[in-house]
């Protein structure tokens, strides 16, 4: 396959790496020079210098002979914007990934089908990774740290038999631990009874498995 990537983000690399390895053909859109020479070192892909969500810098890299076109950079409207874009010049796929689930209905209403958010599918792979051991009323909730929720993680002020069980916060995971400062922007993801999912969906939106 021939695959197209927009920006130059930790999961960006990490994809493009994955496909690189499993003989997949690479390009990589990336704004920033400095980016692109860093990662020219490391990974075997093609690169272009210019803004994704451009149409004249995605037609450089030919919509018709691509198989998909994913838009990975660290920001929600240029990955839609760039989807959209890229799906108007004809890319057989588009796959944007969103952070704040609150662009999750604004994607589905402009026809975003394959729209990705990273901290549900951690949520999803914690879920199936615990499932054969955990049982009964026992869920997950993925949530994206607000302002109000800045703070030690012991007074994000949960309900009752509900604990925050790992945040994504740059390249990786903090395990947190009583003294975590938790940041807005953070992802999380909880790990709660099923009763509290209301009142969780009504404070952060939709999230649970």
């Not at 994704?52 to 450089?60: C, T």
């Amino acid at each position: 396959m021939r695959i197209v990537i927009v920006g130059a983000s930790s999961l960006a690399v990490s994809t493009a790496s994955i496909l690189l390895q499993r003989g997949h053909d690479v390009i990589i859109v990336e704004r920033e020079k400095e980016r692109i020479d860093a990662l020219a070192e490391t990974l075997d892909c093609g690169f272009v210098l210019g803004d994704g969500s451009k149409p004249a810098i995605l037609r450089e890299v030919g919509p018709s002979d691509a198989d998909a076109l994913l838009c990975l950079t660290n920001h929600d409207q240029e990955n839609i914007l760039s989807a959209l874009v890229g799906r108007s010049l004809g890319f057989a796929r588009v796959i944007p990934r969103i952070e704040d689930p609150e662009f999750e209905h604004i994607c589905v209403e402009l026809g975003l089908t394959d729209t990705i958010i990273p901290v549900e599918a951690m949520a999803r792979t914690l879920a199936d990774t615990l499932a054969t051991f955990i049982r009964g009323e026992v869920r997950f909730f993925p949530f994206v740290a607000r302002g109000e929720d800045a703070g030690p993680v012991e007074a994000l002020e949960l309900p009752s038999d509900t604990g925050v069980i790992c945040l994504y916060r740059g390249d990786g995971f903090v395990i947190p631990k009583k003294g975590t400062k938790i940041a807005k922007g953070d992802e999380g993801v909880l790990i709660t009874h099923s009763r509290n999912l209301p009142s969780l969906r009504e404070r952060w939106g939709k999230g649970g498995e």
